[in-house]
Nanobody, 125 residues
Framework: QAQLAESGGGSVSAGDSLRLSCVDS????????MGWFRQTPGKDREFVAT???????RYSASLPGRFTISRDNAKNAVYLEMNNLKPDDTAVYYC???????????????????WGQGTQVTVST
């Protein structure tokens, strides 16, 4: 069972970059499909990006080119590189995991049974 811990959040200025990390201490990381989501108060959790166990990647259509997801199976880690941050990117960012074996790349919260506690990202003008 995945046990996820995010890190790397913080307070930055618009235009800055951040790299979020998520480490899975539950084992079998290389078999997991990993996702990043974000949530602001009063809103549903929003899909950001997914990288499958085989390396297939999917991004939210609303975030073209600014975010990059990657993984390092040797470190049991998934990363989210965020560039040119905007105040609208302010949110709690969550890492999620699933033993996905269906076709396609998952992007719904219900596709992911395992979640981290989240890391706050605040972008000021």
């Amino acid at each position: 069972q995945a046990q996820l811990a995010e890190s790397g959040g913080g307070s930055v200025s618009a235009g800055d970059s951040l790299r979020l990390s998520c480490v899975d201490s539950g084992g079998a990381f290389s078999d997991q499909t990993m996702g990043w989501f974000r949530q602001t108060p009063g809103k549903d959790r929003e899909f950001v990006a997914t990288i499958t166990w085989s390396g297939e990647i999917r991004y939210s259509a609303s975030l073209p080119g600014r975010f990059t997801i990657s993984r390092d199976n040797a470190k049991n880690a998934v990363y989210l590189e965020m560039n040119n941050l905007k105040p609208d990117d302010t949110a709690v960012y969550y890492c999620a995991a699933t033993q996905w074996r269906a076709r396609g790349v998952p992007s719904r919260t219900n596709d992911f049974p395992f979640w981290g506690q989240g890391t706050q990202v605040t972008v000021s003008t």
